[in-house]
């Protein structure tokens, strides 16, 4: 697993986090996951380094002949 690391800053929050780095939210929980040792409190701590892990994109194939023309 990928992973990121976060120094918290006054202010943020799991959610705010999620939305940060993931643009969802409701994400949050796989940051909290991979902190088992940080209390899960709001706001989070300043100063506190957080590990993010990062998610990976599934790789989608692109068939050229589905492009239009100008794409191809």
Known sequence: MSALQHRVVHGDRWD??????????????????????????????????????????EQVAINPEDLPPWKR
């Not at 939305?19 to 939210?25: E, I, L, N």
């Open 16 to 57: 705010s986090l999620a939305w940060h780095y993931y643009g969802d939210p409701y994400g949050f929980q796989r940051i909290i996951d991979a902190n088992p040792v940080v209390p899960i409190c709001q706001p989070l701590v300043a100063g506190t380094v957080l590990v993010i892990p990062v998610i990976e994109r």
